[in-house]
């Protein structure tokens, strides 16, 4: 246990988050049972830590961080080393990769229910249904999902401002006013396209190389966390990859699910799980029309978010795509994307028609009084006419 306590002390001194995460108050931090999920790299870890900085202080042996790809867990369960923990006082254990130990969810169950004034703060893979696939958590664990940087967040991160989010009414309602007060402080296009290329994952700032990086976290993604986790022989390996690498170069469309199955060997089916598992480990997103959704096939396949675009397949990048890309990922952490019955638009909340569009086009078409217009290439909008920029103000 001493061991564990120096490492988390150590841990806890040496982590500095650059940007403090939306997430960290959203939380209600008075559950017992708390699941925070994330693709790999959106810097699960760091919050973890950072959320224990933020509320204990160093020494405080009333919260210890854990992480189970220690070999120490192999021998020993998350139930007896948590009781360990509670008996000589703990109140928050903090358990990150929960998902590495055998029989987690029962194991966390135990712990909820043995030790009444234990909270355990966990996290987990985007791959994990926490509640779906781990009946016996239904009803205690509160889950989150923590995401990769806002357009915000990064812009922040770059210039030292505290710029705040807004919600998709305030931006769609008062753009204008809100850019009028944040281009005197920063013009947001300086840093856009540094953004859609690498600033999604919060290990751009790691003195290594970004694409080298991105394609190692996207294959771990794959190996570990929907092969190991949705108990997937190894030998499936290169289908699943074979397949993701087919989706990122078919760009932004429906899948020929028929032409994949044939291309990489096995049923219709198996490829739609496949898509499936791919979408749940934040690897690609699925569109569907409004009265649709999985198992049916989606009408469009867009990568997660616009770094993978420029890791996977960097000679054929398509700016419209990226444009795209970047607004349904934006969209996704608290509004429904699907995709308008009649047109080349998304449909957000079921109730508003959006159109990604070039500002330099825009100005040429002819324009719909029904439909938001998200602009790219501007800082300013009007009207209907709202730039790109600004939806990645969204959190």
């Known amino acids: 246990m ?11 001194e040496h982590t500095n988050a650059a940007v403090r995460r939306n997430l960290m108050d959203e939380i209600d931090w008075s559950h017992r049972m708390i699941g925070i999920k994330g693709t790999r790299g959106v810097g699960k870890t760091t919050f973890l830590l950072q959320y224990a900085k933020e509320h204990f202080s160093t020494g405080d042996r009333h919260c210890l961080y854990v992480n ?24 928050v254990l903090l358990v990150d990769q929960v998902f590495k130990c055998s029989d987690w969810s029962s194991e966390l169950r135990k712990c909820y229910d043995q030790y009444p004034n234990l909270k355990i703060v966990f996290t987990g893979s985007s791959v994990m249904r926490l509640k779906e696939e781990n009946p016996e958590l239904n009803g205690i664990v509160k889950s989150y999902n923590l995401r990769g940087f806002s357009f915000r967040e990064f812009l922040n991160l770059q210039t030292d401002l505290s710029l705040r989010s807004y919600t998709l009414d305030e931006i769609i309602d008062n753009h204008e006013q809100i850019a009028k007060e944040i ?71 429906a899948p020929n699910v028929s032409m994949l199955a044939n291309e990489i060997e096995t049923s219709r089916a198996t490829v739609m799980n496949y898509i499936k598992y791919l979408a749940d480990a934040r690897l690609i997103n699925m569109i569907y029309p409004e009265d649709q959704e999985f198992p ?84 300013v909008g009007r009207g209907n006419e709202i730039p790109l920029w600004l939806f990645g103000f969204l959190y």
């Not at 189970?68 to 109140?91: P, T, V």
């Not at 990568?303 to 444009?323: G, R, T």
Request: hydrophobic share 35%; charged share 25%.
């Open 2 to 12: 001493e061991e564990f306590f120096r490492t988390h002390t150590y841990l806890v």
């Open 68 to 91: 189970m790809n220690n070999f120490y867990f192999q021998g020993r369960s998350i139930a007896d080393f948590a009781g360990e923990f509670y008996r000589h006082g703990g109140k």
């Open 183 to 253: 281009l005197p402080q920063v013009s947001p296009m300086r840093y856009f396209q540094d953004y859609v290329h690498h600033g999604f994952y919060p290990f751009y700032q790691e003195h290594r190389n970004y694409s080298e990086n991105l394609l190692k976290t996207m294959n771990m993604m794959i190996e570990v966390d929907i092969l190991l986790i949705k108990q997937i022989e190894l030998k499936y390996l290169t289908k699943i990859k074979k397949l993701f690498y087919q989706l990122a170069v078919e760009e932004s469309k």
């Open 296 to 379: 049916k096939k989606p009408t469009k396949v867009m990568m997660h978010n616009s770094n993978l675009m420029y890791a996977i397949y960097p000679i054929k990048v398509d700016v419209q795509n990226v444009m795209e890309t970047f607004f349904v990922n934006s969209m996704w952490k608290d509004h429904t994307v699907h995709q308008h019955a009649r047109e080349t638009a998304y449909l957000v909340d079921k109730s508003m028609r959006f159109k990604v569009v070039n500002a330099d086009l825009c100005r040429k078409m002819r324009k719909s009084s029904d439909v938001l217009y998200a602009k790219y290439n501007t800082e």
